[in-house]
């Protein structure tokens, strides 16, 4: 048995996931072998994922979206780092209630980077979302080595809002050993950075963003690109990620990648996948969302085309059999299918999914 799903965002850690499924399926089969692989689509909980496989955590200090010193963490083993931009430019650091959407800045993300590069990294999965930010990876890629200059000669300020200002771009202060890795983005949406499916109106509204932010926002970032000539990569599937710090990592090396496919690879999947003849997979929600990228399809996907059963658990279920039957799911099983009032499925998520894990033991391997 295999379970390697996902976060239930605002519940439970994919770890803590793993281990209430493996409690409630072992209270039917005590003697049951579960091997548990938390995983996640690049965005927040990557690295607490690679640190569950196996990686070493390591912390270090860096600006927040904001300004402010925080903590924030990467994953290393073997030479291969696993950062996430969330870590240190994500909606987690952010005061609660308080959003930023015109100046929060990406800078803190370009440290975490340049930390991995400090102990060694010869390959980076950079996974991105989460983010609080809507600045092109500007902030990152200063905090890497570049300037962007306004047309008198100082530094642009923080935020996506002071690209509109940007007169000059150089990036050839940037840090040489980026030329010399494995830079590898990964993400699970692929917006260009600018446009109606662009970084700024898809995602800034949920980062506090008005319509006047957007309209703002969508036209800097667009400057930012024609100052770099950068039109081609600001075009490019993931450049619109994370607040277009897809563009930022494109620009200087970076090859785009669907973030489970890269997760599932550094984790180990396929190796634990030839070990289970039953996969259980799963988030918060299993709706239309999940269907592009999530992290749950990947793993079905994955474990499908290995001749592998999979089924699913949720907090809440939006797609119809046939559905999940299409997307490699044999059946899914929703905390709300024991507890209708959704509230109390995310205040007591951990013992309702022990539950519903017994039930999937009594149903699969009694």
């Keep these: 048995m295999l379970v390697a799903a996902d976060k239930f965002k605002g519940s439970l ?6 281990e209430r499924v493996t409690a409630g399926l072992r209270r ?43 903590t924030a963490a990467y994953a290393l083993r073997d030479g291969t780092a696993v950062v996430e931009m969330a870590e240190a430019s994500g909606l987690q650091r952010l005061p609660e ?48 080595g570049a300037r962007f200059l306004t047309a008198s000669g100082v530094p642009v300020g923080p935020g996506g809002a002071a690209l509109a200002e940007v007169a000059t771009g150089d990036l ?68 619109g990620a994370a607040g277009g710090i897809g563009f930022g990592a494109l620009l200087v090396g970076a090859r785009f990648r669907p973030g489970i496919e890269v997760m599932l690879d550094v984790l180990g999947f396929a190796a634990a996948l030839e070990r289970a ?3 259980i997979t799963g988030e918060g929600s299993l709706d239309e969302q999940t269907l592009h990228g999530k992290a749950p399809a990947g793993v079905a996907a994955a474990a499908r085309a290995a001749g592998r059963d999979v089924v699913a658990v949720c907090g809440r279920l939006a797609l119809a059999p046939e559905v999940l039957g299409r997307a490699g799911m044999r059946r899914a099983y929703a905390l709300t299918d024991v507890e209708p009032d959704v509230a109390k499925c995310i205040a007591d998520a951990g013992p309702l999914l022990e539950r519903t894990a017994e039930r999937i033991a009594q149903d699969y391997l009694s």
Excluded: W
Excluded at 44 to 66: I, M, N, Q, S, Y
């Design 13 to 18: 850690t994919a770890v803590e996931v793993a």
């Design 28 to 70: 039917v089969r005590p003697d049951l072998r579960v091997e548990a692989l938390p995983v996640a689509d690049g965005g927040d909980g990557t690295v607490a994922a690679a640190v569950a496989a196996g990686f070493e955590r390591h912390e270090v200090r860096v600006c927040g979206p904001l300004g402010d010193e925080v």
């Design 97 to 144: 209630g308080v959003f930023a959407p015109l100046t929060a800045s990406t800078y803190g993300s370009g440290e975490l980077l340049r930390a991995a590069l400090d102990a060694g990294a010869r390959s980076i999965v950079f996974g991105v979302g989460g983010s609080a930010t809507t600045d092109g990876g500007a902030g990152m890629l200063a905090a890497l």
């Design 172 to 239: 050839s202060g940037l840090d040489p050993r980026l030329r010399s890795v494995e830079f590898v983005l990964a993400s699970d949406v692929d917006n260009p950075l600018t446009g109606p499916k662009g970084a700024a109106a898809v995602y800034g509204p949920q980062k506090g963003a008005s319509p006047e932010d957007v309209e703002r926002l969508d036209a800097a970032l667009g400057h930012f690109a024609e100052v770099l000539d950068a039109g081609a990569v600001a075009a490019s599937p993931g450049a």
């Design 277 to 279: 003849d039953l996969v």
